[in-house]
């Protein structure tokens, strides 16, 4: 494949690196320094692109590639409340979108376990659940995508919770979710249930970009020649 890199920084060097293990080929990197260069004509030998910005330029960019026809994988996050206008445009120009808040193969496994969880534990009303993620210092948006996945799903379970909150919170109805910037980490989720007398945690740590950047390239090779929104679901299921 011609793959385009929207966002070139260690998330986009990575996914780099891996696309060309793979054997695809890097044809357009788009930076801050050259948005300008995000054209149709630019596109015209692309196959697909991948998209990992800021919330700020992420919607821009996925337009001009659905008007050129070039499907898009992007892990940006930060712009969902835009969902149905950027879903909207991209089957308008029946191009395709693949959209997933986390790319890593061990975080889908653990949205799934999530589920299961949150499932059992909303019949013990002695426990609360709250949640903690910690990422570097330069991840600009909290919560994390991720975190707000597993929120929901845990909400989706819960009659008793109606929204979640990103700070610690006392209200019954509340989810909280505590986010930390510190360092380089890559990503660390953790889901806790706390009675008066014990918790239970369960805990997804990444040990780099690698697994996010894999998950990425193969979203990719799975977009290609594909209309409509994707997702790790249907990437998953197809592998079934």
């Known amino acids: 494949m011609n793959i385009a890199l929207i966002g070139y920084g260690r998330m986009g060097q990575e ?7 793979r054997g695809h080929k890097i044809e357009l990197i788009i930076d801050v320094n050259n948005s300008e260069d995000l054209t149709r004509e630019n596109l015209k030998k692309i196959d697909v692109a991948i998209e990992f910005t800021t919330p700020t330029s992420a919607i821009q960019n996925y337009k001009a590639c659905f008007d050129a ?5 992007s892990g940006s996050t930060g ?3 835009k969902w149905v206008e950027v ?3 991209c089957e308008e120009k029946n191009s395709a979108f693949f959209y997933a808040s986390n790319f ?4 889908n496994l653990f949205f799934d376990l999530n589920k299961k969880l949150a499932k059992t534990m909303q019949q013990f009303s002695n426990y609360k659940p709250v949640m903690t993620e910690v990422h570097h210092t330069r991840k600009l948006d909290a919560p994390s995508g991720t975190a707000i996945t597993l929120a929901e799903d845990i909400i989706e379970e819960y009659a008793q919770l109606d929204a979640w909150e990103n700070k610690m ?21 953790t ?5 008066e007398v014990d918790f239970i945690e369960v805990t997804h740590s990444a040990k780099s970009r690698e697994g996010f950047a894999l998950g990425a390239v193969i979203a990719a090779e799975f977009s290609v020649g594909k209309t409509g929104i994707l997702s790790m679901k249907d990437l998953l299921n197809s592998k079934e």
């Open 69 to 73: 026809n070039v499907p898009v994988v």
């Open 104 to 107: 890593s193969l061990g975080v």
């Open 87 to 89: 879903t909207s445009y």
């Open 191 to 195: 889901v806790k249930y706390e009675s």
């Open 15 to 21: 996914i780099g690196k891996i696309a060309v293990k």
């Open 79 to 81: 712009w969902l409340e």
């Open 169 to 189: 919170v006392d209200d019954a109805d509340k989810l909280g979710i505590v986010s930390i910037r510190e360092g380089d980490v890559p990503g660390i989720h």
